[in-house]
């Protein structure tokens, strides 16, 4: 049965998040960063302790999607100080054979259900410039707000915020 499923994820889920990472990030990223971005971005944000801080110290949720037992997608998120009522949506990646498939929607959308029953008024986003993500996120409702060039150690990152009112 391929049935689909999505769980918050614990500290023991901190090995499929990070799987699930290396897998997807540098096919995700290859033509949108440098080699060296990449490397140094994923080293600095996807390790396991990296992962755990996010959960225990930034107090990010991460959910996994499943199909069957096999992991096959990760989001997370977590509450913004300014503007008040504000979440972001700190991470969504899929396993690049599950792209394009809805399983991104549908990771966005229990996103969207988490923090709304939080009491979120907006939930907002960063996307590289250059990431053809960009047209998933409009689709899906969100608009640019804000272009940034934002340092991160001797890198840029180069992106939009996108902003959606969440209902």
């Known amino acids: 049965m391929n049935t689909l499923s999505i769980k918050v994820a614990s500290i023991e889920d ?14 995700t990223y ?25 959960m225990d110290f930034y107090k990010h949720a991460f959910l996994i999607l499943y199909q069957a037992e096999m992991p096959i997608g990760f989001a997370s998120y977590g509450k913004l100080e300014e503007p008040i009522n504000t979440y972001k949506l ?30 979120a008024d907006h939930l907002q986003l960063n996307v590289n ?25 001797e890198f840029w990152l180069n992106d939009f915020i996108l902003s959606k009112k969440i209902a």
């Open 14 to 27: 901190i090995p499929a998040i990070v799987k699930i990472a290396y897998d997807t990030w540098f096919v």
């Open 30 to 54: 290859q033509d949108v960063i440098s080699q060296a971005q990449i490397e140094y971005m994923f080293g600095e944000m996807y390790t396991p302790e990296s992962i755990y801080k996010q």
């Open 90 to 119: 700190q991470k969504l990646y899929l396993l690049p054979s599950q792209q394009n498939k809805g399983f991104g929607r549908m990771l966005l959308n229990e996103v969207e259900k988490q923090v709304a029953g939080l009491g």
């Open 129 to 153: 410039r250059k990431n053809p993500a960009l047209s998933f996120y409009e689709k899906l409702g969100y608009e640019i707000i804000e272009t940034v060039d934002i340092p991160f150690a």
